[in-house]
């Protein structure tokens, strides 16, 4: 039987990609960061000075760029066209504007197809906003996965050092929150838990815990 479609969506920093490459490495499924596709083509209209209201010219950018990724570690690959991007997609630049860039209605269908390509075989984890509302519907495991905001705003601030971005743990904070509110109030695809997924509050566990949960929940469904 082949894999099953797992969707993990929760808001900003709440562990979604640390857990799903967990659960993805021990299914050998297919690991599928959709926050970097966003984060990709917010890189691409940055570079580009585009202005990221002006959703023609963005959307243009993304149609004649590619996103691919790569096995790599600690993170996968990232890559734009032949450029690597994997460390400048998680810039505070990019991380600031890309829920604007992520509201544009064009782009969200275009890297939409992009993705349910990406699934189609299925044996996929696939993690973001909207993956279990709208992306993959019909994906056999849904997990929404939630913390407290001071908690991912502390986790944030783990993984920022390990990459020397210094941003104080307030400002983390307050952007997590603005990030959130913008994903959350956009018009199309906001950030929402679908009516059929599990809600996993992760404030109090560890990162090992939560992928044996979800594992347990893909097991029942196999
Ligand atoms: O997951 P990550 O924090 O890297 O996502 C970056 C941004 O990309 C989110 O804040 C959101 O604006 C956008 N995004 C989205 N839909 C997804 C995944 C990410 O709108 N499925």
């Not at 499924?29 to 970097?36: F, L, Q, R, V």
Request: aromatic share 4%; with cysteine; charged share 25%.
């Amino acid at each position: 039987k082949p894999g099953l479609q797992v969707a993990i969506d929760g808001p900003a920093s709440a562990g979604k990609s640390t857990v799903a490459k967990i659960v993805a490495q021990r299914f050998n499924y297919i690991y599928c960061d959709t926050g970097a596709m966003y984060r990709a083509i917010t890189w691409k209209a940055l570079q580009a000075g585009a202005d990221l209201g002006d959703e023609a010219t963005v959307k243009d950018l993304l149609d004649h760029m590619t996103i691919r990724f790569e096995p790599g570690t600690p993170v996968q690959k990232v890559f734009v066209d032949d450029t690597e991007v994997t460390l400048a997609i998680r810039q505070p630049d990019v991380t600031n504007s890309v829920s604007q860039v992520s509201a544009l209605p064009a782009i969200r269908q275009e890297l939409t197809a992009r993705q349910r390509q990406i699934a189609d075989a299925g044996g996929i984890v696939m993690d973001g906003r909207d993956i279990g509302s709208t992306v993959l519907p019909q994906a056999e495991v849904k997990i929404f996965l939630v913390a407290s905001v001071d908690e991912r705003a502390q986790r944030r601030l783990k993984d920022n050092a390990a990459k020397g971005i210094t941003t104080p743990l307030a400002t983390l904070k307050h952007e997590i929150e603005e990030r959130d509110r913008k994903d959350s109030t956009r018009k199309v695809s906001p950030l929402t838990q679908a009516a059929d997924a599990i809600r996993l509050d992760t404030t109090s566990l560890s990162i090992e815990q939560v992928a044996d949960r979800i594992a347990e929940i893909i097991h029942e469904k196999e």
